[in-house]
């Protein structure tokens, strides 16, 4: 993994250089085994490069990379898991290679393919290329989005970077606040594609890509790669569903493991997703497999330790438990300053410490992440489901009465979000699913600031309704590319990266992604009664009972005792001092919710969050 910046602009090559170095140097976490700088003399353009080595450790992969004619150019942050199968090609067609990593891979199918070897890169990345013979710079974001990409172009210029803050880096103008993602972030607790917390900022979508031209100053912008719709052919029976699910994760696990020159280490949490994962590494590295489970003390039965370690034994590998510390405060204070930008999800986190704990063992580790967007497992599928046959079924008066009432319930009342969704239409149901502040709550919060004027947030998830063939299908593309894109994997990234730490995801094989949906019938994947009915399938040849007959957990902490206790004096300096963007009156109400017992912690955690990262980075509204 790889920290990539680059700038075209009309400034000398040598400020240019400096402003790449400076925002590489910020980068420096995300790749500490080497740097490089490039600049072209036949345009004005600088790329530059921060490495984490994990292929060809050799020098000869260090970036940015130049074509044996000189004239193509890569700096490239990701993983091409198929590189070996695409070099065999190219090879074939006369092609030979200076290295044995992935890297001039990408140079040479750019090449032979132009833009469309997009279509061939099995892998997870994001990457800018200068063709100096078309005079263009090329930027591309994999399919699911799990590396990050931001940018800003104008008709002169162009500059990008891995993170929000190294792109600041080189912009010659001051950063402002952009009152659009506040809104945005209040809505949801992260900035959705193509928007960011900084005006003017953008980023590439998931599985989108753009070509800017240095003659014409022209940007073209294009997603190369979708979701598929249901497959139209007879459905296979679910023993051959079983089986192709075997298939296809197993060879996506085998890949993730063997496309490396390091160890590759899995993170085993209690769950179905970790755990199958593991017991397919297994079937790979044997008891050579080393597994990892963070244990934080003091948290009971949110502990995953126990059930870790049953299925560690069952897989019989290497497993270390990591005990965590718990000073909380100290980990807060070290996101709000590294974070280039700010996330409500708080399993930031013990995903932080876990990745500090875990990169003193290893560089590389898989997981289980886009397991339940893609094949139904978050609570909130049921609950759909559960509404959509209740409203199906002629209750008309009762559903209208359970939605009224939904509405002047308090926030963080138990069911409140439960009723939303088994009462309202469809698009209000998905638009409410994980909604953190509807739009009057968002209103109270910024009452010192001018009333939004853009439209609602809200639209973003209710545009998913009416797409495929029931609301779980819409719900499960709308989390897959809204949130699992914009929050959960950006989670993952900035956790894993401030740690120096390589994350890989098997479920996030894009053919997998495409088996799930176009193949996968929607009972297979989530039911009123449970979720993940495929994979629990799967999880039953496998692993403890423990794991597939259970209900499922998120990475759970106790949020409520760290807003109350451990960081009621943060609560007090940045919320309540007079500074803050958000009203004091609402953030008192919510404190005395919490206090009553509302479930409103991760309510204030997200504002709390927001503000001391404003503060860190000195922002204000543009």
């Not at 940015?64 to 004239?71: A, M, N, V, Y």
């Not at 930027?139 to 590396?147: C, Y």
């Not at 990409?149 to 929000?164: G, I, W, Y």
């Not at 897989?315 to 280039?340: F, M, P, S, W």
Request: proline letters at 5%; one cysteine or more; a positive charge.
């Amino acid at each position: 993994m790889c920290g990539i910046c680059g700038v075209a602009s009309r400034e000398s090559t040598r400020e240019r250089e400096e402003r790449a170095r400076a925002a590489a140097s910020l980068l420096q976490h995300r790749g500490p085994d080497a740097e490089g700088c490039y600049s072209s003399t036949w345009h004005p353009v600088t790329l530059a490069h921060r490495r984490l080595s994990i292929i060809d450790l050799s020098a000869a992969s260090n970036q940015p990379f130049t074509s044996k004619d000189g004239r193509t150019v890569l700096t490239y942050n990701g993983e091409l898991y198929n590189h070996n199968d695409i070099r065999k090609e190219l090879a074939r067609d006369g092609v030979t290679f200076r290295t044995t990593g992935d890297t001039e891979v990408i140079v040479a199918a750019y090449q032979r393919w132009g833009v469309g070897c997009l279509d061939r890169f099995d892998g997870m990345f994001a990457f800018c290329v200068y063709d100096a013979n078309r005079g263009t710079l090329f930027l591309a974001r994999d399919r699911m989005g799990e590396k990050p990409l931001f940018f800003r172009s104008t008709p002169d210029t162009l500059a990008f970077a891995s993170e929000q803050t190294s792109l600041l880096k080189l912009l010659p103008d001051k950063p402002r606040l952009s009152r659009r993602g506040i809104e945005h972030y209040l809505a949801y607790g992260f900035f959705p594609a193509a928007l960011a917390a900084v005006d003017g900022v953008e980023k590439l979508a998931a599985a989108e890509a753009l070509e800017w031209s240095f003659s014409s100053g022209e940007l073209r912008r294009w997603k190369y790669w979708t979701l598929p719709k249901r497959s139209t052919q007879p459905m296979r029976t679910e023993p051959e569903l079983i089986e192709e699910a075997d298939r296809l994760i197993s060879g996506s696990v085998r890949s993730r493991l063997l496309a490396a020159d390091v160890p590759v280490a899995v993170l085993l949490s209690g769950g179905i997703d970790s755990g199958l994962v593991a017991a397919y590494a297994a079937d790979v590295h044997g008891p050579k497999l080393r597994t990892f489970t963070v244990s934080v003390p003091g948290t009971g039965s949110l502990d995953e330790g126990p059930v870790a370690r049953a299925v560690a034994t069952r897989l019989a590998v290497n497993h270390t438990e990591l005990a965590a510390g718990t000073d909380t405060a100290a980990t807060l204070e070290d996101l709000a300053r590294d974070l280039d930008e700010p996330l409500a999800n708080h399993a930031l986190l013990p995903t932080l410490v876990l990745s500090r704990l875990l990169a003193k063992h290893a560089k590389v580790a898989l997981t289980g992440d886009g397991g339940d967007e893609l094949f139904g497992g978050y609570p909130h599928y049921r609950r759909l489901i559960m509404g959509a046959r209740l409203q199906g079924g002629g209750a008309g008066s009762l559903i209208r009465l359970a939605a009224k009432i939904g509405e002047y319930l308090p926030a963080g009342v138990p069911g409140r979000n439960a009723l939303f969704a088994l009462a309202a239409p469809a698009p209000i149901a998905l638009s409410r699913v994980n909604l953190l502040f509807d739009r009057s709550e968002r209103a109270s919060l910024l009452s010192a600031l001018p009333p939004f004027e853009g439209g609602r947030p809200e639209d973003l998830k209710a545009a998913f309704s009416g797409r495929a063939a029931n609301i779980l299908e819409d719900a499960l593309r709308a989390d897959c590319e809204t949130t699992l894109a914009d929050d959960y994997l950006m989670k993952v990234d900035r956790a894993s990266m401030l740690a120096s730490l390589e994350t890989r995801s098997p479920f996030l094989d894009h053919k997998v992604a495409e088996f799930a949906f176009r193949d996968v019938p929607s009972g297979l994947k989530a039911t009123m009664k449970t979720g993940k009915v495929l994979l629990r399938q799967l999880a039953r040849r496998r692993l403890p009972e423990a794991v597939w007959g259970a209900p499922k957990r998120g990475f759970m902490m106790p949020l409520s005792t760290w807003v109350r206790r451990d960081w009621a004096g943060f609560v007090d300096e940045f919320l309540l001092d007079g500074h803050s963007l958000f009203s004091a009156a609402v953030v008192h109400g919510l404190r005395r919710q919490l206090a009553l017992g509302f479930r409103v912690e991760g309510r204030l955690f997200a504002l709390l969050m927001f503000e001391m990262w404003r503060r860190n980075k000195g922002l204000a509204l543009a």
